[in-house]
């Protein structure tokens, strides 16, 4: 008992509360990682159901905060009465929002039975574009070692040698091979240490 109640708390240490708000304030939603992504404001201000005559459907604006384009985007709007009872939850959808982009949607499957004082949205999707593909938490890499280190080659340096006049091209340890009298003979110039 005591395990399962440390882990809740550990859990719920870790998630973001998704903020409610009043009716005439703006909302926010976080994406995976705990940031705000999606901030939302009620564009339908009279909100009376009950659950003979309900609410079937408002509009929303919502704003990309993150610094992503999202090609879809999908969540929640939810509505709590004034005793912090859930009174209804409507679907909205866009497929697309610029950075700092907003865009008005509205929750088709509505079904707001009261006279709401809170709400707030969840996302449930934010599908960005592939060159904006969040990573998991990857390490950075390591710096290289000594060994990995590459060794940094000089240029070739290019040399001459002159032999009783005849001049022949060379480079720092390429080999080059002369006819000397009947014999080949191979010349490598080298640095000293």
Request: a neutral charge.
């Amino acid at each position: 008992m005591v395990l399962v109640a440390s882990c809740s708390a550990a859990i719920a240490a870790q998630q973001p509360a998704e903020t409610r708000a009043a009716l005439n304030e703006a909302t926010v939603a976080f994406d995976i990682k705990g940031a705000p992504a999606i901030e939302g404001r009620l564009s339908t201000q009279v909100l009376n159901g009950s659950p003979d005559s309900p609410v079937t459907n408002v509009r929303i604006v919502l704003r990309n905060t993150s610094p992503n384009f999202y090609n879809l985007v999908t969540g929640w709007a939810t509505f709590y009465d004034s005793s912090a009872v859930r009174c209804g939850e409507g679907l909205f959808k866009l497929d697309a929002l610029a950075q700092g982009e907003s865009s008005e949607a509205d929750t088709p499957g509505l079904r707001l039975t009261c006279s709401p004082a809170t709400w707030r949205i969840v996302a449930t999707n934010l599908l960005t574009r592939t060159v904006d593909i969040a990573k998991p938490n990857e390490p950075a890499p390591a710096p290289p070692t000594p060994a990995e280190t590459p060794v940094e080659k000089t240029a070739p340096v290019n040399f001459i040698i002159s032999i009783d006049g005849e001049e022949h091209p060379i480079q720092v340890n390429n080999p080059i091979v002369l006819k000397m009298g009947t014999r080949n003979r191979k010349i490598v110039l080298k640095s000293a240490p």
